[in-house]
């Protein structure tokens, strides 16, 4: 009985890479935007992190 | 450069401020009636359109769409004129988006409290309704993005990425889960079956929760509580980090609606992993949005404002927590199916959602109204008996699922069920229920208050339609300086923004959704499997109009207490015909699987007549009305037609002669009653439903006796 819910995507050829594939698709990602941001100078975050703020005074010009 | 004069639309904040108060108290009283049924369900009141089956999805409509939408447009409304520095783009969207949604709500009162219902939860709305979620949701859109074309801010603040993002994932989510074939104006089919629909039904209630309640929310968090607290976001850096991790890992974790069904493991197990990675990007975003009052604790203790905002995002970080851990298979095992899972979403529900609603609503009803709150104490106390009221109604429920599983799972020295009959281990936590009810109502109580303080501050103030700003156009874009990082340069493009907002939640979709559909093909057929004679179809549908999956599952996972109770664990091959699939995510009553053929006709006619004449004690309500009504039959040629364009294999001309073998069984049933001294008109609905119940489950047990007969 155990073969009706066991293995029934075998048959789709290297499904057991898919989650590996995702797993690196993310990992790279996450890695590459946690470089950008620790490069990043700290007083761009700064006047970002200002925007609600001061809504009277564009920081942007 | 040359500043210009512009107006900020603060009406369409407003009439967004009035639906959301409006209907956060309806969609609550609606939630309160539910809950009051679970402890006596006269509440009912003995009509069809109170019961719980159609309420419950009222109520869940109610609260997400209607108090928490509103709530995000009025909140986004707001908060991209200001951060942009411009007025919304055209107020003629603007107006068709507010009364666009409010027509949405309208037709989902209209029709669910009817049963009118595709059946699948969070998304029960049928067909017509659905198109036109999707028209106003694009209405919506294209006025944010052509606001955010004509700014005059370079830079696109961090909240208004979450609601990029949330744009264009909802409208994915939506679009590919609402695939359905209408039979009728009010009756439609899901596209998909049995397992591929669950993967597909998960994917978008999960992440519902995710680009509903969680993103647009976080968006508003990250310009409200700096609004609030007039300090900056504690983190900017890590408000990035924040925003592509939270985005890009909550796509893939839907499957852990799923754990110990008949999905396929690697669909499982990718669920759980990335449910549990989530806890990262959450608890970040959560500290962020906590740290950055930091230094500022003294005016959370005066401002009510901030009071709210403190406990809703506290309670953010406790259920992002829960739910990771609630998606490791063995705590799911226990959790699944029980009020555990209840009280998860409402510690989300009532505290991130609704305390972070209402201290938006305090912040921005005194600024619209150029006044002072009327009075802070109310205010202060709406906040401490929101607080228990939360309290109140969670810790019963967690008492209530811990209790219940565990007497689901309980054996005795003999190896025998402990407590065999469900209706024990219902019984038994009753009094959680009425603890339930009752934090229920003094949360209600809070929001009234709430009501009474807002109007009073906008009537001892004046409302400013228009409010005058100033700021520079923006200047011609120059190219990127050398050493700029690709993302700052996004961060100034909206378009780009929104493809690669879209690239990394359609990753996920894909990798995930894709294979599912393979499954079509590689879900290993169970020759004994058939499609559903017209009667047990007519009767499905009664069983989806109903709204019995609330409280009934249709899905026994393979433990040795779940066989023990109900019989054979479901396999995937039994649900292939299945459009809508009906495994339900909480039981309340008992599994129904297996249930074909456990009991006679006439239990069921006397059962479903009266409930506690059959399970003294029960709360499961009566349903008088199935004996009165006739079945209708004028629609079932045209549902086996349609069930036929979905794949189901019945024969060719088929829906010609369907009639015929419906009235065939339904006198059969008959028969079978008036055996036990029961007389009952074959075509009334009832008949229909006990058809569909009987046969449920039942396929795999052919199989059974016939394999034991061929042995002999």
């Known amino acids: 009985m155990l073969k009706f819910i066991k293995h029934h995507l075998d048959t789709i050829a290297g499904i057991e890479v898919f989650p590996i594939i995702s797993f690196i698709i993310f990992f790279t990602f996450f890695l590459v935007v946690a470089a950008y941001v620790f490069k990043q100078r700290r007083e761009y975050f700064d006047q970002m992190g200002l925007m609600p703020l001061d809504e009277n005074q564009p920081s942007n010009q | 450069m040359e500043k210009e004069i512009f107006r900020y639309d603060n009406s369409i904040v407003r009439k967004f401020a009035y639906a959301t108060m409006a209907f956060g108290i309806i969609g609550m009283l609606v939630g309160l009636t539910a809950a009051l049924q679970m402890v006596d369900p006269m509440f009912n009141f003995l009509t069809s359109w109170l019961t719980f089956g159609r309420i419950r999805p ?172 007039n300090r900056p976001v504690y983190s900017y850096r890590l408000s990035i980090v924040h925003f592509w991790a939270l985005i890009f890992i909550y796509i893939w974790a839907g499957p852990h609606h799923l754990l110990y069904s008949s999905l396929p493991d690697w669909a499982q197990n990718l669920g759980v992993v990335f449910s549990f990675m989530l806890i990262a990007p959450s608890w970040g975003g959560m500290l962020n949005g906590l740290l950055t009052l930091r230094g500022a604790w003294d005016r959370v203790r005066e401002s009510a404002v901030l009071k709210f905002m403190v406990v809703a995002v506290t309670a953010y970080g406790m259920s992002t927590f829960e739910g990771p851990m609630l998606s490791l298979k063995n705590v799911n095992a226990i959790s699944h199916f029980t009020d555990w899972t209840v009280a998860h979403v409402h510690i989300g529900g009532l505290g991130w959602n609704g305390f972070m609603t209402f201290g938006i609503l305090y912040f921005l009803v ?170 047990e179809l007519e009767g499905r549908d009664i069983y989806i109009r109903e709204g019995c999956y609330n409280c009934h599952s249709q899905m026994i996972r393979p433990f040795r207490s779940e066989t023990e109770r109900y019989g054979e664990y479901s396999k995937a091959g039994e649900f292939v015909y299945d459009h809508p699939f009906q495994w339900g995510s909480k039981r309340t009553g008992p599994d129904l699987h297996r249930v074909g053929g456990k009991y006679p006709d006439s239990w069921h ?70 055996k036990d001294n029961i007389e009952v008109v074959p075509q009334t609905e009832i008949v229909a439903l006990i058809a569909y119940l009987q046969r449920l489950g039942t396929d795999i047990k052919v199989k059974d006796s016939q394999a034991a007969m061929v042995n002999q």
Not at chain 2, 78 to 97: G, P
């Open chain 2, 58 to 229: 009222l109520h869940t409509n109610a609260v997400i769409f209607a108090f928490v939408g509103n709530g995000i447009f009025m909140g986004v409304y707001y908060s991209l004129q200001r951060l942009l520095k411009t007025r919304m783009w055209s107020d003629l969207l603007s107006n068709i988006n507010f009364w666009g949604w409010q027509l949405i709500i309208l037709s989902a009162v209209a029709t669910l409290p009817f049963g009118i219902t595709t059946g699948k939860e969070y998304a029960e709305l049928e067909w017509f309704i659905d198109i036109a979620i999707a028209l106003i949701w694009v209405v919506f859109g294209l006025n944010m993005f052509m606001t955010i074309l004509n700014r005059r801010e370079r830079h696109l603040y961090v909240a208004i990425w979450f609601y990029i993002a949330t744009f264009v994932t909802v409208a994915m989510l939506h679009i590919v889960n609402s695939f359905e074939l209408p039979v009728s104006l009010f009756k439609s089919y899901s596209w998909y079956a049995g397992v591929q629909d669950a993967l597909v039904q998960w994917w978008y209630g999960h992440n519902a929760v995710a680009f509903f309640l969680t993103t647009p929310y976080l968006g508003l968090m990250y310009y409200f509580i700096p609004k609030a607290s």
């Open chain 2, 366 to 535: 005194p600024k619209l109204w150029r006044t002072k709150l009327y009075s802070d104490k109310l205010a202060n106390f709406h906040f401490w008996i929101g607080t228990l009221g939360i309290l109140f109604y969670a810790l019963p429920m967690y008492w209530a699922g811990f209790t219940q599983s565990l007497m689901w799972k309980e054996f005795t020295q003999e190896g025998f069920l402990a407590y065999p009959n469900f209706l024990e281990t219902v019984t038994q936590i009753k009094p959680m229920y009425a603890a339930r009810a009752f934090g229920g109502f003094i949360y209600i109580i809070g929001v009234v208050a709430m009501l009474y303080n807002l109007i009073m501050t906008m009537k001892q103030g004046e409302f400013q339609k228009e409010e005058e700003a100033s700021a520079a156009p923006l200047a011609k874009e120059e190219p990127a300086h050398a050493g700029e990082g690709w993302h700052r340069v996004i961060e100034r493009r909206p378009v780009q923004m929104l493809v690669f907002s879209l690239v990394a939640v359609a990753i996920g979709g894909i990798i995930e959704i894709v294979p599912t559909m393979l499954i079509e093909s590689n879900v290993p057929t169970i020759a004994s499997v058939k499609p559903y004679t017209p009667l």
């Open chain 2, 605 to 674: 006619y006397n059962h479903m007549w009266d409930p506690s004449a059959m399970s003294p004690g029960t709360i499961m309500p009566s349903y008088p009305w199935l004996f009165e009504n006739a079945l209708n039959t004028d629609l079932t040629a045209k549902k086996i037609s349609a069930m036929k364009t979905l794949g189901v294999p019945y024969d060719e001309g088929y829906e010609e002669i369907a009639l015929n073998d419906l009235n065939a069984q339904a006198e059969q049933i008959a028969a079978n009653l008036k």
